[in-house]
């Protein structure tokens, strides 16, 4: 069965640097998001991306966030310098769009921890 | 604004019956979600309806009434696995998922 797939599963960085989480959506999916979820809290949206740009994103994706479709079969997130706020885990997630149930298909997360 | 709400917590017995609530408000409406999630886990779907009534799968069904803004996720013959946080998320016109903060359901022997 398909599946989204994230690399890498846990990061641990320290305060300014900048990371990269990867993700590999569904191949014939259209549309991909990434989520957050700091511990114990809310999953909370960051942004989605569609046709190579960004469709949407929330208030928390500011100028230290970007996105990017690379190659054709990545999706990153970067975070160019980051603080200890954004320890989270991090989701991507994908769904087909065009005529489907609007099932979005998560990853298994990357946690990132940022001392 | 958007919103959904959902009880924080839920206790419930072993082999019982279980139904988790949820309203919601979202600017349009493409469906309602219900996923699982265990502590520290990507959340994993459950459910999707869009349209109103029961749609029911194996030991979960799930219940939607779009002219109130509600929806339930019943639980079956509870399992002691079936603890974790069942999150209600709302998909509004643009797609976008609007979640709840979670249902931590107990699940006690």
């Known amino acids: 069965e398909p599946e989204v797939t994230q690399t890498p599963s846990h990061q641990v960085t320290q305060m300014g640097q900048e990371v990269i989480l990867r993700c590999v959506p569904i191949s014939n999916h259209l549309y991909f998001y990434w989520y957050r979820q700091i511990l114990g809290q809310k999953v909370e949206f960051l942004v989605s991306f569609y046709n190579n740009e960004i469709s949407e994103k929330s208030e928390i994706f500011d100028d230290q966030f970007s996105v990017e479709r690379p190659d054709g079969s990545n999706f990153t997130l970067k975070i160019r310098s980051t603080k200890l706020e954004d320890s989270a885990m991090y989701f991507c997630?994908?769904?087909?769009?065009?005529?489907?149930?609007?099932?979005?298909?998560f990853g298994e997360g990357s946690r990132l921890t940022v001392l | 604004g958007q919103n959904i709400d959902q009880p924080t917590e839920m206790t419930a017995t072993e082999g019982a019956i279980v139904q988790i609530n949820c309203t919601y408000q979202t600017s349009g409406f493409n469906g309602l979600f219900w996923y699982q999630q265990h502590a520290g886990e990507a959340p994993t779907f459950l459910s999707y309806n869009v349209l109103d009534g029961l749609e029911e799968k194996g030991r979960f069904s799930s219940f939607l009434s779009r002219s109130k803004g509600y929806s339930y996720l019943l639980l079956k013959e509870l399992q002691m696995k079936d603890s974790a946080s069942y999150l209600c998320a709302g998909l509004d016109s643009n797609y976008q998922l609007i979640w709840g903060a979670g249902t931590k359901l107990i699940i006690k022997p």
């Open positions: 997630a994908s769904r087909q769009g065009q005529g489907d149930t609007g099932e979005l298909f």
